[in-house]
């Protein structure tokens, strides 16, 4: 009879260790896929700004300017400095940085000129939990075409590109990095 009672007992320690195994992955899994959904809102959030506007003020003839206060998490539409035209709030869980002329700004002002032009040109890293960037926006405004380019770039595999040290990635990256794609 002692015998059958250390097996059941191992046998239960054995079934309990599985399900917390399983249930461990299953978290970690759900993480992931609200991470993942987090930063494709982000990422499309900011580009659909950015677009709409640029036609709004190319139809209208009117300029906007775009205010991005990363530490709120949110951006502000405003018409000629004066009127809140919109307010949208980023996932709060990601981090955002923007590089211009060679800094990095938690809050930055950028506007949109009458033709659907930006000035400045800029980047944006959207940052996963664990601090790596996933994706860059960058924003081009060319006075020769009078029009905004914007490129979107999605990490597929560089570790480099941290919070803390963005800078030194911003200044040495390249369009032929293998670990980026372009979409």
């Given at each position: 009879?002692?015998?059958?009672k ?6 239960t320690?054995?079934?309990i260790?599985l399900?917390l195994?399983?249930?461990?992955f299953g ?26 506007y ?6 209208s003839?009117t300029?906007?300017d775009?205010?991005l206060?990363?530490?709120?998490k ?7 400095s004066?009127?809140d ?10 981090k ?7 800094q ?29 960037a ?21 990490n597929?595999d560089?570790?480099?590109a941290?919070y ?6 911003h200044?040495?990256w ?10």
């Amino acid at each position: 009879m002692k015998n059958r009672k250390g097996f059941y007992f191992i046998d239960t320690l054995f079934q309990i260790s599985l399900v917390l195994l399983l249930l461990s992955f299953g978290l970690i899994y759900f993480r992931k896929l609200i991470e993942r959904e987090e930063l494709i809102k982000a990422k499309t959030e900011i580009y659909e700004v950015f677009t709409t506007y640029a036609i709004k003020a190319f139809n209208s003839r009117t300029s906007y300017d775009i205010e991005l206060d990363y530490l709120k998490k949110k951006i502000t539409i405003s018409k000629m400095s004066v009127i809140d035209k919109e307010v949208i709030h980023l996932p709060r869980k990601l981090k955002y940085i923007s590089i211009f002329e060679k800094q990095t700004q938690v809050k930055f002002k950028s506007k949109i000129t009458s033709n659907g032009n930006i000035t400045p040109s800029f980047s944006i890293y959207i940052f996963g939990y664990d601090n790596i960037a996933k994706y860059r926006i960058s924003f081009y405004g060319f006075d020769l075409i009078k029009y905004m380019q914007i490129n979107v770039y999605k990490n597929i595999d560089d570790k480099t590109a941290k919070y803390d040290n963005i800078l030194l990635f911003h200044n040495k990256w390249t369009t032929a990095n293998p670990k980026w794609k372009e979409e």
